[in-house]
C-alpha cells in the first residue's frame, strides 16, 4: 500500500480546509506502521484515503498494486472488499448477532460454501483467542476488548492486503488498550498485512515496527 504526496482539502464556508498536505507513505506485508498525531491533525482523513473511502485532490494512492485514481466506484469498491480491512473506533457489531455470525454474516455476502465460513471463521476468531463459550455471545454480553477483538477478526474475514486500525482503544483501560495493540502487532505477521495503526496515545506505540507523527496534515 502507499500514497505518494496526496493532498486532501473539505469544503470550509467557501474557502478550503487542507486536511492532508502532500503525505507520502509506503508499508510493506506483514509491517505494522503506526502513525501518532493529535486530534485534527487528519489522522482518520489518511486513512479514508487509503481505504478509497475519499479520493484525494492531489497524489496517488496504490493498494495491491493498483492505482485507485483511475478507478471507477465500482471497481474501488471491489478492491476494497478484496484488499482492504477496515477497523474503525467503535466496534459497530450488529447487536443481535454473535461474535460467530458477525463474521458469518460477512462471509454470507461473499458467497460460497457455508461448512468452509464456518471453518474460516472459527480460524479467525481463534486467530484473536476469543474462546468457543464467548464467539457464541453477542455484543453486550462482551467487553469492549472482546469486542475490539470481533471486530479485528471481522475486518481480516476477506484475507486483506491492507488493514487499517483507526484508534482502536480509545473505548479501553490502558491494560486492554495494549492487549488490542499486540494483537494488531501479531495478526499483521500471521496474515501479513500491511497495517497502518492510528492513535492520538502515544504510549501505544512500543510494538509498531515504524512510528511516524502526525501534524497539520502533515506527516513526518
Ligand atoms: P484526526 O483523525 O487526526 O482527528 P481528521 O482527519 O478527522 O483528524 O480531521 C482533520 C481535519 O479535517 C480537522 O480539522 C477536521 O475538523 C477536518 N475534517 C475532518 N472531516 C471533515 C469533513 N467531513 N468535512 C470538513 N472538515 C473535516
Ligand atoms: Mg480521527
Redesign the pocket.
Known amino acids: 500500500m502507499s500514497l505518494e504526496a496526496v493532498g486532501l482539502t473539505?469544503?470550509?464556508g467557501d474557502r478550503r480546509?487542507?486536511?492532508?498536505d502532500a503525505v507520502s507513505l509506503e508499508v510493506a506485508p506483514g509491517e505494522l506502521v503506526a502513525v501518532a498525531?493529535?486530534?485534527?491533525?487528519?489522522?482518520?482523513?489518511?486513512?479514508?484515503v487509503a481505504a478509497t473511502l475519499l479520493r484525494p485532490d492531489a497524489g496517488r494512492v496504490t493498494v495491491a498494486g493498483q492505482d485507485t485514481a483511475r478507478m471507477s466506484a465500482r471497481a474501488r469498491t471491489a478492491l476494497r472488499r478484496e484488499h482492504i480491512g477496515i477497523v474503525f473506533q467503535q466496534a459497530n457489531l450488529l447487536p443481535s448477532l454473535t461474535a460467530e455470525e458477525q463474521l458469518l454474516a460477512v462471509e454470507h455476502v461473499r458467497g460460497g460454501s457455508v461448512r468452509a465460513a464456518r471453518a474460516r471463521v472459527g480460524r479467525l476468531l481463534e486467530s484473536v483467542s476469543l474462546d468457543a463459550a464467548k464467539r457464541r455471545r453477542r455484543p453486550h454480553q462482551l467487553s469492549g476488548g472482546e469486542r475490539q477483538r470481533v471486530n479485528i477478526a471481522r475486518a481480516l474475514s476477506g484475507s486483506p492486503s491492507v488493514l487499517l486500525v483507526?484508534?482502536p482503544t480509545s473505548a479501553l483501560d490502558r491494560e486492554r488498550g495494549e492487549q488490542v495493540v499486540e494483537l494488531l502487532a501479531e495478526v499483521t505477521r500471521t496474515h501479513r498485512t500491511a497495517t497502518v495503526l492510528?492513535t492520538?496515545d502515544r504510549e501505544l506505540l512500543g510494538r509498531a515496527d515504524r512510528v511516524l507523527t502526525?501534524a497539520d496534515?502533515r506527516l513526518c
Open positions: 473539505y469544503p470550509d480546509l487542507t486536511a492532508l498525531g493529535p486530534s485534527g491533525s487528519g489522522k482518520s482523513s489518511l486513512l479514508a483507526d484508534e492510528v492520538h502526525m496534515g
